[in-house]
Structures are given as structure tokens and as C-alpha cells.
């Protein structure tokens, strides 16, 4: 099985695909959603977003949605963005490795069970 370009799964990456879980969402969206989904820890700056986007796009993990018919769509020159199903199986498993790593950090005593 060849190595994906994405793995281990930067942060940013995942990020943008728990963005788009639960709807379509262009570049901006993909934005304000990150810094609100991480309260404000996390601000993805253009370069870092359009870069992370271009590489999740190369492995499949979203896809490029023509909304060009819709009339909610807005700017005509807006990409939307939708999750792929290869892009929620590697969300979910990154989510796992995480939590694996809570566990860890709190037997460790690391980190208290106050957190997720």
C-alpha cells in the first residue's frame, strides 16, 4: 500500500475535514468554521488553508462541488468543498488516534478528566 502524502494527518487537515462533516463550505467558511470549531486556538491563514485544501483534494479525502446552479450559492467564483467518504473514514481514525492519546496522557496523569 503506497504511503499517502498526508500521514500522519497534519492538523490543519483535519481541521478542515471535521469543517466540512456536517455541510458544504467554501474557502472562507472552511475558515471561520476552523476558528470556531477550535475556539479561536486554531487560525488557518490562506496559504496554509488553500495548501491543506490542494493536498486533501490529491488524495481524495474532499471533493470540489459545482454549486454554480444555486441560487444560495452566492459568488459564482467561490469553490465549495464537500467531505469525501475516504475523507470520513480518515477523519474518524485520526479522531481514535487522538483519543488513544488521551487515554495515555491521563494514566500518565498527564492531563486531568476534566478534558473530552
Do not use: C, W
Not at 13 to 20: D, E, G, H, N
Request: charged fraction near 30%.
Amino acid at each position: 500500500m503506497p504511503k499517502r502524502k498526508l500521514d500522519p494527518l497534519p492538523s490543519a487537515a483535519f481541521q478542515i475535514l471535521l469543517s466540512l462533516a456536517d455541510e458544504d463550505l467554501h474557502g472562507y467558511g472552511i475558515m471561520r468554521q476552523v476558528e470556531q470549531q477550535t475556539n479561536g486556538r486554531m487560525r488557518l491563514g490562506p496559504g496554509t488553508l488553500y495548501s491543506s485544501i490542494q493536498a486533501l483534494l490529491e488524495e481524495g479525502l474532499i471533493a470540489e462541488v459545482d454549486r454554480s446552479n444555486d441560487p444560495d450559492g452566492g459568488d459564482e467564483r467561490r469553490r465549495y468543498y464537500r467531505l469525501a467518504s475516504s475523507g470520513r473514514k480518515v477523519a474518524r481514525a485520526e479522531a481514535e488516534r487522538l483519543a488513544d492519546l488521551l487515554r495515555v496522557a491521563r494514566t500518565k496523569k498527564i492531563l486531568g478528566g476534566d478534558h473530552v
